[in-house]
């Protein structure tokens, strides 16, 4: 029972560096989104898709792009790293943009940014 | 500006006594309110929710508790299991909308044996 699955799950970085952060749920879910989630604070908003080619911007965009390739696959883009963006990055889906109880979390990744 | 805030950064208690875990809001259009349970190197998953509707919410060992007057939920967990200790984050909506959730900054839950 994969559900919502993420990679890479670790991930370092140098400044100016470009990466993309993958995500893929296989419970037909329409929406799906990204989150960051930094120490002392709850987890962000980056950007998400309401429905295959969808996207709109969350909380915390800037530095960030974002591609809903099909209805499965949701993928973070890291055009020139920043420190700032040290962070865990979260990718979630759930059925509809409604109910935050049906939504589900992949595991997370940890990028660091030097 | 946090419209979510859960002030108390951890919590510990003793295995079978009560845990309470508290939250806070300053958005006055929050109508739906969840709690997260995150355990290490896990994403989060939903534990309970309450609609703004009714002031409390109960599944088994866990109840939320709604205030809207004072802008304030709590998580009970009765009793405390040491299979409980993760990070509890309260998360806000409005009108549902997932794509909306605010979270706080969560809750280190510590059930000691």
């Known amino acids: 029972n994969a559900g919502v699955t993420q990679t890479p799950k670790f991930q370092v970085l140098k400044t100016g560096q470009s990466m993309t952060l993958q995500c893929a749920q296989d419970?037909?879910?329409?929406?799906m989104y990204w989150y960051r989630q930094d120490p002392g604070m709850g987890l962000r908003l980056i950007y998400y898709?309401?429905?295959?080619?969808?996207?709109d911007k969350g909380e915390v965009p800037n530095g960030y792009n974002v591609s809903r390739l099909n209805k499965r696959e949701f993928s973070l883009r890291l055009e020139s790293a920043a420190p700032s963006q040290t962070s865990v990055y979260f990718c979630?889906?759930?059925?509809?943009?409604?109910?935050?109880?049906?939504?589900?979390f992949g595991e997370g990744s940890w990028l660091t940014v030097v | 500006d946090q419209q979510v805030k859960q002030n108390s950064p951890s919590l510990s208690v003793q295995e079978g006594r009560i845990s309470i875990l508290n939250c806070d809001y300053t958005?006055?259009?929050?109508?739906?309110f969840l709690w997260y349970k995150k355990y290490p190197a896990e994403g989060p998953t939903f534990l309970i929710s309450?609609?703004?509707?009714?002031d409390k919410n109960e599944d088994g060992r866990f109840t939320v508790f709604l205030n809207k007057s004072a802008k304030h939920l709590s998580l009970h967990i009765v009793p405390s299991q040491p299979g409980d200790s993760a990070v509890y984050f309260c998360?806000?909506?409005?009108?549902?909308?997932?794509?909306?959730?605010?979270f706080g900054s969560g809750t280190q839950l510590t059930v000691l044996p």
């Open positions: 979630a889906s759930n059925p509809t943009g409604f109910s935050g109880n049906t939504i589900y």
């Open positions: 419970m037909n879910h329409n929406s």
């Open positions: 898709s309401a429905s295959e080619g969808t996207t």
């Open positions: 958005n006055s259009m929050f109508d739906y």
């Open positions: 309450i609609s703004s509707i009714k």
């Open positions: 998360a806000a909506s409005e009108s549902g909308s997932a794509r909306q959730l605010t």
